[in-house]
């Protein structure tokens, strides 16, 4: 079973950095590939990248592309969402999910649909 909790949400201003954390409390952590959505203030929750289960290959939304990075410690069940040149549209509730490995393609890696496993998410503000 998958259990994730995001953290490392806040405040800052534009122009300013964050790391978010995803952890899972289980024991398959190896077995899932990682992703990170947010859901912007009266819009649809929407992809912002993902990793796999390796920790090499990972896919990112034309959004985060050039500013944020993804990476993954397997043995401590973490994967770490860096967030860089952040902008007052990133303002979001960001969330973790996890689906199988085994099932992602390049084509589905991002696909919302897809994820059956969800944290509750961390609230990034970005101030003007």
């Known amino acids: 079973q998958v259990e994730l909790v995001e953290s490392g949400g806040g405040s800052v201003q534009a122009g300013g950095s964050l790391r978010l954390s995803c952890v899972d409390s289980?024991?398959?952590?190896?077995?899932?590939?990682i992703a990170w959505f947010r859901q912007r203030p009266g819009k649809e929750r929407e992809a912002v990248a993902g990793i796999a289960h390796g920790g090499v290959t990972t896919h990112f939304a034309d959004s985060a592309k050039g500013r944020f990075t993804l990476t993954r410690d397997n043995p401590n069940n973490v994967v770490w969402l860096q967030m860089t040149r952040l902008k007052p549209d990133d303002t979001a509730m960001y969330y973790c999910?996890?689906?199988?490995?085994?099932?992602?393609?390049?084509?589905?890696?991002?696909?919302?649909?897809?994820?059956?496993?969800w944290g509750r998410g961390t609230q990034v503000t970005v101030s003007s």
């Open positions: 999910a996890a689906r199988p490995w085994r099932y992602v393609t390049p084509g589905n890696a991002l696909d919302i649909n897809e994820y059956k496993f």
């Open positions: 289980g024991s398959t952590f190896d077995r899932y590939y």
